[in-house]
């Protein structure tokens, strides 16, 4: 497996044509805040002064979990097909904001414990029935992560358009979130611990001792891409995969909440240079989210008390990207609008 390279975004010569474009429309300098540094690292993603949102679109990995028998989610493992079924029927949140904001919605099932037959709208990408257990043994084997990164890779490649968000489904997979998390950035386990679909603070507690005593027994685990094969699920997997691979072919990535953000964890670890090409779209209520955020200089367009996941911030999100680039190439200039400039 090869990982993908991804190169910087930086450029002078470009990102002074943009502060020029940005700086000249009919406004006080900096008036339109995030959207401003919005515009200028799309322009930087696109290489162009001229921006463009084509096709959007938003992947749904869905996968289980094995962890979920040592009973830390408030939700039988179940939910998980039960909700690709709500997705694959247009009933779930992420359909609907999806749909309002004209963006295309894949879901793939990447390893969920459910045989789904041929479906009309599901990508069949299942690299096995549902992780293992991490707090008895790694979730994955090595060549079942790699087998999910490459899947992940392969879809992001095949997708037309220039703006990609992520979306995730899986009972358990903030328990795997956590976990990552605590591996790649050290900060504790307790900080890194919600509540997911609704523990009491019982149930947080009970999660965080199963995390802990899961990072013990896996001590000698700390390169990566072995982190994210023994505490990581394979939707998490599948996700980096496309985050690699739609950075490399200068998508803009559209990151959603905290799972997705551990996704996206993993894979700037293997490559540091894929956050010039996301785009936050909020901040979520899951504990630890924040953190997350702050670990990786994020700035998140949005605070909404999400943390629904499916993607479902990205969505909400996406109308922000379209005024970014919209009011760049459609609003005037001083020299055109004839509006006075301000004197010096």
């Known amino acids: 497996m090869t990982i993908p390279a991804i190169t910087s975004t930086s450029n002078e010569t470009l990102s002074a044509a943009l502060d020029r474009a940005i700086n000249n429309k009919t406004k006080p300098l900096g008036s339109l805040g995030m959207l401003e540094a919005l515009a200028k690292q799309i322009g930087l993603v696109q290489n162009s002064t001229a921006l463009s949102i084509t096709e959007p679109a938003i992947l749904v990995f869905a996968g289980d979990h094995g962890v979920v028998a040592e009973g830390i989610s408030a ?10 079924e709500n997705f694959l029927a247009q009933g779930a949140a992420i359909n609907v904001f999806a749909k309002q904001n004209q963006c295309a919605l894949h879901v793939i099932d990447a390893g969920v414990n459910h045989e789904f037959g041929p479906r009309d709208g599901l990508l069949n990408r299942k690299v096995a029935p549902g992780t293992r257990n991490f707090a008895q043994e790694p979730a994955m084997t090595a060549q079942q992560c790699a087998t999910a990164l490459e899947h992940g890779m392969a879809l992001a490649a095949g997708l037309p358009g220039n703006v990609v968000g992520f979306g995730e489904m899986g009972i358990g997979n903030t328990t795997a979130a956590a976990a ?30 199963v995390i802990e005593a899961a990072v013990e027994k896996h001590a000698s685990v700390t ?18 995969g496309a985050m690699l691979k739609a950075a490399e072919r200068r998508k803009v990535l559209l990151i959603d909440g905290f799972i997705v953000t551990s996704a996206l964890l993993a894979a700037a670890k293997l490559q540091p240079n894929i956050l010039d090409y996301c785009v936050f779209a909020h901040c979520s209520d899951e504990s630890g989210h924040r953190r997350m955020l702050d670990y990786l200089g994020a700035r998140p367009l949005l605070q909404l008390g999400l943390r ?14 379209h005024a970014a680039v919209n009011f760049v190439n459609q609003m005037a200039t001083f020299e055109s609008a004839q509006v006075s400039e301000k004197s010096e």
């Open 223 to 240: 390169a990566p891409l072995d982190v994210l094969a023994t505490f990581g699920g394979f939707e998490i997997a599948m996700m980096a």
């Open 180 to 209: 990552l998390m605590h591996k790649l950035t050290s900060l504790p386990v307790a900080q890194c611990v919600g509540a997911g679909t609704g523990l009491s603070s019982e149930g947080i507690l009970h999660k965080q001792r």
């Open 75 to 84: 939700y039988p493992q179940d939910v998980t097909w039960q909700m690709v």
């Open 308 to 321: 629904l996941g499916e993607g479902t911030g990205g969505a909400l999100a996406l109308p922000l990207l």
